[in-house]
């Protein structure tokens, strides 16, 4: 597969992870309403620090593991725990929608709807965004979970090595995800009261999650098929 074919898969991954209610999107749309027209600024700020931990921990996980991820047995085993656990996201998501236990309050402009216990004290004491993309996406155990999971899966069935052009694909369209979403957010809430409503973004969210469990089930069906002993 080539550089093209993963930037694609890479952004729409990281669409169906970064559009989630979860505490880095919290954080922006926090600072976004804090910084009024320069909220742009912000979202671009916590971005780059997020993009930041995001590359130093894919070299890690490549230099890391790259010994152990070249025997067959351990691609599958990695594949079916990564497909396994994004086919858990997209089901469990959509089953939050459908029980409406999704809260949709972030949605609105209005400081009063973000809940603290969200963002968390963390964000007292973060007054720089871009230190504070960092922070706050390695508080949330979820994004440890993607990466040792789902990112290392992507990266092993898809040949990424270390700065090789399938790791710029995979790196590049994964941030590009993360830009447009935290990006436009910030954006959005800094030059209008308006926001998304909720049916529109809930529809980007269940497109999400069908998308997650078909590619989670491509995942891990596929070093199964193309292992040969």
């Known amino acids: 597969m080539g550089f093209v074919e993963i930037f694609l898969l890479s952004f729409l991954v990281a669409l169906s992870g970064s559009l989630s209610p979860g505490p880095l999107l919290t954080y922006t749309i926090y600072k976004a309403i804090q910084s009024g ?43 079916l725990l990564g497909g396994g656990i994004l086919i858990f996201f997209g089901v469990s998501l959509l089953r939050d929608i459908w029980l409406k236990k999704i809260d949709l309050n972030f949605l609105t ?23 504070g ?62 926001f998304l409503s909720k049916k529109l973004y809930l529809g980007i969210i269940i497109g999400c999650c069908a998308f997650m469990i078909i590619f989670g089930l491509y995942l891990a069906v596929s070093p199964i098929l193309s292992y040969n002993p």
């Open 37 to 79: 027209k320069k909220a742009y600024l912000i979202g671009i700020l916590i971005w780059i620090g997020h993009a930041i931990l995001e590359f130093v921990l894919m070299l890690i996980l490549l230099i890391g593991l790259s010994p152990f991820i070249t025997d067959r047995p351990v691609v599958i085993l990695i594949g």
């Open 109 to 131: 402009s209005d400081e009063k709807n973000i809940d603290d216990r969200e963002v968390s004290e963390i964000t007292d004491l973060i007054q720089q965004p871009t230190l």
């Open 133 to 194: 993309g960092v922070l706050v996406s390695m508080s949330n155990p979820y994004w440890w979970i993607w990466w040792a999971v789902i990112g290392l899966n992507f990266m092993t069935q898809f040949s990424v090595g270390v700065l090789n052009i399938e790791f710029w694909g995979f790196f590049l369209g994964h941030e590009l995800g993360d830009f447009l979403t935290y990006v436009s957010i910030a954006t959005i809430l800094g030059f209008t009261n308006k």
